[in-house]
């Protein structure tokens, strides 16, 4: 039967621990889920230029490198990089990436968007139809399209040509072309100029580059735009690099440019920003027009600054997991050590904690009785009992004993039980040995 009890109390203490435990770590693995979401989405949205830009094209790219680790980029046509901007930052909105130019966004005020790097130059071309200009002034009274609203090309279009006084209707016919509508007005005659944001492999700027009655102006007074706008970068077309054969463009001609970059939200899910990172380094590393091989990405934040993913990226490439497994096993390996750091750091401390717990427990208990068994010793030890106090004193005596004999308790403690159990059969002799008043 004690042994029976033995076993029961053991049983008991071990449910009640298993249970606590589970409990325990059922918590910490919820908290790690919920709060720290170590699980990748498989869907993400990135916001992208017109048809036929440059970025748009290179964002097809990137949904394919992505599409090879079961992460579906899904591509999001904007007016143009304002309007991209716009819905980075809508808290609402879905998009949470987008290939930006500098000089859209105040750096001193990035929001929740951080940049993974520079990619590339978008140099601001201004083509005329027939000759071009050989001053700021030639421009007055001109057809100009400047690109739609919610396009960079309109806002640094506005932005440059109030610096040299032509911003209004007054000064010249500002038109919100699109791109391909535009380089076909200006092919045709039916406008004068087109400023258009893009980078040297865009398919339209590449087009007027090379078309009869279309000139490519030369920036005028660049050194004091660069001083006037750190984040231009003033590039050199040379003589005939568009077409050799009829000698496109016939001279040298100076561009500003200012550099695109690869920009997401902070929250952007770090396994998703070094794949983003992996595939920009695919993309962007080769010789460009005006860059030498693994220019680009680039540790560079204009705009906005660098994700904590991507200046460990820069220094050191993408994290050991996702460097030597595959994408979606790296992740999962990531999930069970995140999800068990903190449960070993929780639960294992308690584990070592426990016996001493359990035993500060189980003395306790034990010496609660003796709590009791004093207190009647001290009664005995007041006064001489008369006949009727000692049978009422006996009687404590054998409930107090009857509850330690079925007190449950682990084999362990039983030093404990048999130890009381001794001290409650010397007050009941010291009680008995006591004289009786009669």
């Known amino acids: 039967m004690i042994e029976s009890s033995h076993k029961f109390a053991s049983h008991r203490l071990v449910v009640v621990g298993s249970a606590i435990a589970a409990l325990l770590t059922a918590v910490l693995i919820w908290l790690t889920f919920t709060v720290l979401k170590p699980t990748p989405p498989r869907v993400v949205f990135m916001a992208t230029d017109p048809q036929e830009s440059f970025s748009a094209q290179i964002a097809v790219r990137y949904r394919e490198i992505l599409a090879k680790d079961g992460i579906e980029l899904k591509l999001v046509p904007t007016a143009g990089s304002v309007q991209s901007l716009a819905r980075l930052q809508e808290p609402e909105s879905d998009i949470s990436i987008a290939i930006l130019p500098a000089g859209l966004s105040n750096p001193q005020n990035p929001g929740d968007l951080v940049s993974l790097g520079t990619l590339f130059y978008t140099p601001l071309w201004v083509f005329s139809h027939g000759r071009t200009r050989e001053s700021h002034e030639a421009f007055r009274g001109l057809r100009i399209s400047i690109g739609p609203e919610g396009s960079g090309t309109r806002a640094l279009s506005l932005e440059f040509l109030a610096r040299v006084g ?19 007005k200006l092919i045709k005659g039916d406008i004068d100029e087109l400023v258009i944001l893009d980078a040297w492999e865009s398919p339209v700027v590449r087009e007027l580059l090379t078309a009869e009655n279309v000139g490519l102006e030369s920036v005028r007074r660049a050194d004091a735009f660069v001083a006037l706008y750190p984040y231009l970068n003033k590039l050199l077309l040379p003589t005939g690099v568009a077409d050799m054969v009829e000698n496109k463009p016939p ?74 497994l595959p994408f979606w096993l790296a992740v999962f390996v990531q999930q069970l050590l995140v999800v068990l750091i903190p449960v070993l750091g929780v639960v294992y401390p308690l584990i070592r904690l426990a016996p001493v717990v359990f035993t500060w427990v189980m003395r306790r208990r034990v010496y609660k009785l003796y709590d009791e068994l004093r207190e009647l010793e001290a009664e005995i030890g007041s006064e001489t009992p008369d006949g009727q106090d000692r049978e009422i004193l006996l009687l404590r005596l054998d409930r107090l004993e009857e509850r330690v004999t079925r007190f449950r308790i682990p084999m362990s403690f039983d030093p404990l039980i048999y130890q009381l159990r001794s001290h409650i059969s010397l007050v009941r002799e010291k009680l008995r040995r006591l004289p009786v008043l009669v």
């Open 166 to 184: 032509i911003v209004d209707q007054k000064s010249a016919t500002l038109l919100p072309l699109a791109p391909r509508d535009a380089a076909e």
């Open 251 to 324: 001279r040298d001609v100076l561009l500003l440019a200012p550099m695109a970059s690869l920009v997401v939200r902070r929250n952007l899910h770090p396994a998703i920003q070094y794949l983003l990172l992996d595939a920009a380094a695919q993309i962007h590393s080769e010789p460009g027009l005006w860059h030498p091989a693994n220019r680009f990405p680039a540790a560079e934040a204009v705009d906005f600054p660098l994700s904590s993913e991507a200046v460990h990226y820069y220094k050191s490439g993408s994290p050991f997991l996702q460097r030597n």
